[in-house]
C-alpha cells in the first residue's frame, strides 16, 4: 500500500504538473498548488470531468491540487463539481489507476477572505455568498446526507455530562431546549436546500477570473434547511476568541437584515433556534474529540442565543 505522499506524487508525474507551494496536507487530503503547462497534455488514461459549467483544459495556469482521501472530503469534491453557482470551478479528473486511491480534482488559486474579520461587511459577505449557492441547490437531493442525521451527536449526550465535562453553569437547561429545537426544526422545515454544510471564513475565496468572485469551497453537501448555513457564521472565524461573543448581537443583527431581506419577513426567532442547536451540537462533537476547551467556548454562544431567545 502507498503512502499519501506517494500518491499525491503519482498525481503530479501524470498530469505533467509541477509544484508551485508547499504542500497542505489535513487529515483526510493533500493539497499542493501546481503549474501545468500549456504543452501538457493530459495522458490518454486521464479525462475532465464535467463541472457543471464547461469541460475545461487545465493548463497555461497555477491550479490548487486536491487529494482527497477520507469518504467526507470525495463526497465534498463530487459536490463541488455539480453546483454550478457560489462553488469554485473544479475540475475533477478520472484515471484508471487510481480507482483505489483518492479522489483527484484541480481549481484555480483563489485568495482568501480576511481570516480573522469579525466587521459586518464580511459577514453580509458571507451571507450573500450562502444565499447564492443555495439559490442553485432547492432541488438537489440526490447523494446528500440528511442533515438531521448530523444531529445524532447532539441527540446521544446526556445534557448533564455537557454541563459537567464544559464546567458551564445551567448548560444541562441550554442542550435540553436545544434537542428540543433539533427536533422541532426538523419537523416542520421551512425549506429544505443542498447546504454547504461548514460555512466558514476559511471557506470562501476570491476568483478574480469569474462573474461572481466570491465563491465557497469544501462543501459537506447536506440536505436541510438553509437557515443551517447562516446558524455557522456565529461561530466564526475563532470559536475562542472572545470577540465571538462580544459582537453577538451586531452579528445577529447583520443576518437577521439579510435574512429578511432574502425571505421578506422576520427569523430572528427561528434562526436563534438554529444557532441554539447548532452550538449545542458542535460542543458534542468537540467533546467527542476531547477538545473540552472549543467544546465550552462554543456552548457559550449557545448559550447567549438562548438568552436572546424570548
Given at each position: 500500500m502507498i503512502s499519501r505522499r506517494e500518491h499525491l506524487d503519482l498525481c503530479l508525474d501524470a498530469l505533467g504538473a509541477r509544484?508551485?507551494?508547499?504542500?497542505?496536507?489535513?487529515?483526510?487530503s493533500m493539497l499542493v498548488p501546481v503549474f501545468i503547462a500549456d504543452d501538457s497534455p493530459l495522458p490518454s488514461s486521464i479525462s475532465p470531468v464535467v463541472d457543471g459549467r464547461a469541460e475545461r483544459q487545465p493548463s497555461g495556469r497555477t491550479w490548487m491540487l486536491k487529494c482527497a482521501?477520507?469518504?467526507?472530503?470525495?463526497?465534498g469534491l463530487e459536490v463541488q463539481s455539480r453546483w454550478?453557482?457560489?462553488?469554485?470551478?473544479?475540475?475533477?479528473?478520472?484515471?484508471?489507476?487510481?480507482?483505489?486511491?483518492?479522489?483527484?480534482?484541480?481549481?484555480p488559486?483563489?485568495?482568501?477572505?480576511?481570516?480573522m474579520s469579525f466587521q459586518s461587511s464580511t459577514v453580509r459577505r458571507l451571507c450573500d455568498a450562502v444565499a447564492r449557492l443555495h439559490s442553485s441547490t432547492s432541488d438537489e437531493g440526490a447523494g446528500l446526507e440528511?442533515?438531521?442525521d448530523r444531529f445524532r451527536a447532539l441527540r446521544n449526550y446526556d445534557p448533564r455530562e455537557v454541563e459537567r465535562a464544559t464546567n458551564i453553569p445551567n448548560s444541562a437547561a441550554v442542550v435540553s431546549r436545544a434537542r428540543v429545537d433539533?427536533?422541532?426544526?426538523?419537523?416542520?422545515?421551512?425549506?429544505r436546500v443542498g447546504l454547504h454544510g461548514d460555512v466558514h471564513h476559511g471557506n470562501l475565496l476570491h476568483f478574480s477570473g469569474e462573474p461572481q468572485p466570491w465563491l465557497f469551497?469544501?462543501?459537506?453537501?447536506?440536505?436541510?434547511?438553509?437557515?443551517?448555513?447562516?446558524?455557522?457564521?456565529?461561530?466564526n472565524p475563532d470559536v475562542l476568541d472572545p470577540q465571538t461573543v462580544e459582537r453577538f448581537p451586531e452579528r445577529i443583527q447583520t443576518i437577521g437584515q439579510h435574512l429578511h431581506g432574502r425571505y421578506g419577513f422576520d427569523l430572528s426567532e427561528r434562526f436563534l433556534r438554529w444557532v441554539r442547536a447548532y452550538g449545542c451540537l458542535s460542543a458534542s462533537w468537540h467533546l467527542e474529540d476531547r477538545s473540552h476547551r472549543a467544546a465550552a467556548a462554543t456552548l457559550r454562544i449557545a448559550a447567549v442565543a438562548d438568552a436572546h431567545i424570548a
Open positions: 509544484s508551485a507551494g508547499a504542500v497542505i496536507e489535513t487529515p483526510s482521501f477520507g469518504p467526507e472530503e470525495r463526497a454550478a453557482h457560489g462553488m469554485a470551478p473544479i475540475v475533477l479528473l478520472c484515471d484508471t489507476r487510481w480507482d483505489d486511491g483518492p479522489r483527484v480534482a484541480l481549481m488559486v483563489g485568495e482568501p477572505l480576511d481570516q440528511s442533515l438531521e433539533a427536533a422541532e426544526l426538523f419537523a416542520f422545515p421551512m425549506d469551497i469544501d462543501p459537506k453537501g447536506v440536505l436541510g434547511e438553509s437557515l443551517f448555513d447562516y446558524a455557522n457564521i456565529v461561530f
